[in-house]
């Protein structure tokens, strides 16, 4: 099995969502967590950004012993020795500086020519390596970027000094193929690349964040960056929750894990909604409410006999105490007297068979039935005779 480094930028690219803003004691207690979900790197912040981020990162990095901290430079030598100032308390300081390697954003952004974004590149990773134990360089909208032109500036950073290369997919336009294959082709033509790790990052725009990050770890990406609950820029970044539990439920297929502890998944998707406010939707694959919820009386009936016939992974394996059935307007006869067994009501089958009706008739006017609704169901039936 090849172990997969998880990177996780929660407190960075997550915080830069569009209604989300940690404070430091929240950006703490997000990163102790962290630590005990198992991540190997927690990108704390953007030091330079501003003196709450410069701080918060300072923290967390002086008290995260059991995962790498890091911060986002931009390609320029305040924003480094900022980085460094905050970090080098650290138990392994690590800085991620990144510069954009794509047309687009070499012409109308940066207004440099390629050679000039490799020049740039080398010089700060030079600058960095002198101080970092650990350099990570990112091609910023690295999917977008003329393949020849990667190889050649990431042969060129790893000269320098980088020790992790990461190939983003900054605005999530890839397709997994493609994705996947850009990392093939920098495994195959990059000459040093074997020197150093090699990471995705992947956003959501298209929906396809974890597909491209699971294509990327098929072509030789050994790290993957993402979120927790997938919060970031736009549409988010790849859902670590998601990424973890797939390599595990398809480990005969990816053959690679990661490290992290997954019971600990739901109690930090639990933190990082309450202190940024943005709601777990429902049907959110891990960790939303309704991932091991069956509501239909087939799927009902199935799962009380065999468990796997319709649930491919154990809740209990990510932390929530145990699935549900949910008594709705689709369920069925086996799924109602199982429920009142379970609550203790005892009952005839005449009496079964006349408060099953009653019990369609009231479900096809609600979202749910409670457990209350039913105790209710029971008394009328014993009182009305
Ligand atoms: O999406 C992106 O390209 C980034 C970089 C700064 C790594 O977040
Ligand atoms: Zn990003």
Same mark, same amino acid.
């Given at each position: 099995?090849?172990?997969?480094?998880?990177?996780?930028?929660?407190?960075?690219?997550?915080?830069?969502?569009?209604?989300?803003?940690?404070?430091?004691?929240?950006?703490?207690?997000?990163?102790?967590? @962290?630590?005990?979900?198992?991540?190997?790197?927690?990108?704390?912040?953007?030091?330079?950004?501003?003196?709450?981020?410069?701080?918060?990162?300072?923290?967390?990095?002086?008290?995260?012993?059991?995962?790498?901290?890091?911060?986002?430079?931009?390609?320029?030598?305040?924003?480094?020795?900022?980085?460094?100032?905050? @970090?080098? *308390?650290?138990?392994?300081?690590?800085?991620?500086?990144?510069?954009?390697?794509?047309?687009?954003?070499?012409?109308?952004?940066?207004?440099?020519?390629?050679?000039?974004?490799?020049?740039?590149?080398?010089?700060?990773?030079?600058?960095?390596?002198?101080?970092?134990?650990?350099?990570?360089?990112?091609?910023?909208?690295?999917?977008?970027?003329?393949?020849?032109?990667?190889?050649?500036?990431?042969?060129?950073?790893?000269?320098? *000094?980088?020790?992790?290369?990461?190939?983003?997919?900054?605005?999530?336009?890839?397709?997994?193929?493609?994705?996947?294959?850009?990392?093939?082709?920098?495994?195959?033509?990059? $000459?040093?690349?074997?020197?150093?790790?090699?990471?995705?990052?992947?956003?959501?725009?298209? *929906?396809?964040?974890?597909?491209?990050? @699971?294509?990327?770890?098929?072509?030789?990406?050994?790290?993957?960056?993402?979120?927790?609950?997938?919060?970031?820029?736009?549409? *988010?970044?790849?859902?670590?929750?998601?990424?973890?539990?797939?390599?595990?439920?398809?480990?005969?297929?990816?053959?690679?894990?990661?490290?992290?502890?997954?019971?600990?998944?739901?109690?930090?998707?639990? @933190?990082?909604?309450?202190?940024?406010?943005?709601?777990? $939707?429902?049907?959110?694959?891990?960790?939303?409410?309704?991932?091991?919820?069956?509501?239909?009386?087939?799927?009902?009936?199935?799962?009380?006999?065999?468990?796997?016939?319709?649930?491919?992974?154990? $809740?209990?394996?990510?932390?929530?105490?145990?699935?549900?059935?949910?008594?709705?307007?689709?369920?069925?006869?086996?799924?109602?007297?199982?429920?009142?067994?379970?609550?203790?009501?005892?009952?005839?089958?005449?009496?079964?068979?006349?408060?099953?009706?009653?019990?369609?008739?009231?479900?096809?006017?609600?979202?749910?039935?409670?457990?209350?609704?039913?105790?209710?169901?029971?008394?009328?039936?014993?009182?009305?005779?």
């Amino acid at each position: 099995m090849r172990k997969i480094n998880i990177f996780d930028t929660t407190l960075r690219d997550g915080e830069q969502s569009a209604g989300i803003n940690l404070n430091y004691s929240e950006k703490l207690e997000i990163a102790f967590q @962290l630590e005990r979900l198992g991540v190997d790197i927690i990108e704390a912040g953007f030091p330079a950004a501003s003196k709450g981020d410069f701080g918060s990162v300072q923290e967390i990095a002086n008290k995260i012993r059991h995962a790498s901290v890091t911060g986002l430079a931009r390609s320029v030598q305040g924003d480094i020795d900022a980085a460094w100032e905050s @970090l080098k *308390g650290g138990a392994e300081p690590r800085l991620h500086v990144f510069i954009a390697t794509s047309p687009i954003h070499r012409d109308y952004k940066l207004k440099l020519s390629k050679e000039q974004v490799i020049e740039t590149a080398v010089q700060t990773v030079k600058y960095a390596a002198e101080r970092f134990p650990i350099v990570q360089w990112s091609a910023e909208d690295a999917s977008r970027t003329e393949l020849d032109y990667l190889v050649e500036i990431v042969e060129a950073v790893i000269q320098a *000094g980088a020790r992790v290369i990461n190939i983003p997919d900054t605005v999530g336009y890839a397709a997994p193929q493609e994705y996947g294959a850009i990392f093939k082709h920098l495994r195959e033509h990059v $000459p040093s690349i074997d020197k150093v790790n090699l990471s995705a990052h992947c956003h959501d725009d298209l *929906g396809m964040a974890i597909a491209n990050s @699971l294509a990327a770890i098929e072509g030789g990406a050994n790290q993957i960056e993402g979120t927790i609950n997938g919060i970031g820029e736009r549409a *988010g970044n790849a859902a670590l929750e998601e990424l973890a539990v797939a390599l595990r439920i398809r480990s005969d297929f990816y053959q690679a894990k990661t490290g992290l502890t997954l019971n600990e998944i739901k109690r930090t998707s639990d @933190l990082v909604s309450k202190l940024t406010g943005f709601a777990v $939707p429902p049907n959110k694959a891990i960790i939303g409410r309704n991932a091991y919820a069956h509501e239909s009386g087939i799927h009902q009936d199935g799962v009380l006999k065999e468990k796997t016939t319709y649930e491919i992974i154990s $809740p209990e394996l990510v932390g929530v105490s145990s699935n549900a059935l949910v008594l709705g307007k689709h369920s069925g006869r086996h799924a109602f007297k199982d429920r009142l067994k379970t609550l203790k009501l005892s009952v005839s089958d005449e009496e079964s068979n006349r408060l099953f009706i009653q019990f369609k008739e009231l479900a096809d006017k609600k979202k749910e039935m409670t457990d209350e609704d039913l105790v209710a169901l029971v008394l009328e039936e014993k009182t009305s005779k």
